[in-house]
DNA sequence: AATTACATACCAACCGGTCGGTACCGAACA
DNA sequence: TGTTCGGTACCGACCGGTTGGTATGTAATT
């Protein structure tokens, strides 16, 4: 074994064994032994860049967010003139997502603050600010896109920023329940569908 | 402690501290002692009732579908005439629900299969069972509607059930998330605004 | 008398976290 | 250039407490 003894590295490694396992088994349910066996790291690694598991949730929560944020911003959607092309490139993007495996497109953020919103605050809180601030980037396009096809509606574009999340959130759950992505993929027909009637052209 | 040797009542009391445990906690975090104290009943008595903690979780899961079967079966709403209004008497009484504690509205089904789904077939399973009924018994009264309203439409009434529940499984996470149900309600306006444009009047 | 419905006491495995130690680094100094 | 040195990265044995589950006892019900 090469080790590297890389700090970055190897606090990335643990990182994303945390990712894929809390994805795949819930935050509860995932401990510390099994992130760092996965991770090819020791317990006395683990708590060298770890003062506690919550704050390995606080962080994987942090690097989901950045990720998901680095992911939608170089997407090629996101090079369409049109606001409201944009936010249609984004649901077809995420609904395309929906043909890999289950733990590779679920939301990280929504299966920890499901299990943590009362019992591990701080965990909570990450998940919260990442999702606010998918939720405010998503709703930049929605308020050019308002302000070009509906300028004058009642809604406001964080509440679709939210109500499009919402649907994700759902269509996970309903995925996992239902080992597959079929039920998933005739909601978001359903949520492109809604946002359709919203933007109606001028 | 009036101790009343009820197989019935105590099984009922343990499957009903689990729900509500489960509800705040997770399944993971949840453990059988939490369980048994809270239901002021001892381990030998849990493990008479229920031969594992994943068999606890099953039944559990199908208290809380028969629950739900008999409360929409039951509420005022379904004493209108017209499936339509049913319908929207279904989204309004879900909507006000948020007005009560967040462990109380939200989803039991919901929140175990996220964390079961890969780790605890039976689980998720039960999950399962009582979501896909409980999105039949809705169907019905879309359906209903659908051949009144809109006959001709190209969407099922069971992927229209199914989308009522993601937004709803997703309203619950931002509920938790946000720790209100700001951001959840303005979720339901807008999957009423949805339905409304599905079921125009002829 | 037999069965049911619990309580008590207990277990091995596992949990998050600690701790003393070690391998390795770049900088300072001789 | 070689040596020392302090700091960082990491190891792995270990800890007290908790986990799901069991073995056994006993009082009430049938």
Known sequence: MARTRNSLETRTKLIEAARDLIRAKGYSATTVDDICH???????????????????????????????????????????????????????????????????????????????????????????????????DLARDIEAAKQLYAPSASWTSESVGYFIQAVLQGAFIFAKAKQGPEVALESMMHLRRYLETLFYPI
């Open 38 to 136: 996965s991770a090819g790291v020791t317990k006395g690694g683990f708590f060298h860049h770890f003062e506690s598991k919550d704050q390995l949730g606080v962080a994987a929560a942090e690097h989901f967010s950045a990720m998901a944020e680095q992911l939608f911003a170089t997407a090629p959607y996101c090079a369409l003139q049109d606001p409201r092309d944009r936010l249609f490139g984004y649901i077809d993007f995420r609904t395309a997502m929906f043909g890999y495996e289950i733990a590779q497109y679920t939301c990280l953020l929504g299966t920890m603050v499901q299990e943590a919103y009362s019992t591990h605050p701080n965990v909570r809180e990450a998940c919260a600010a990442g999702m606010t601030t998918h939720v405010e």
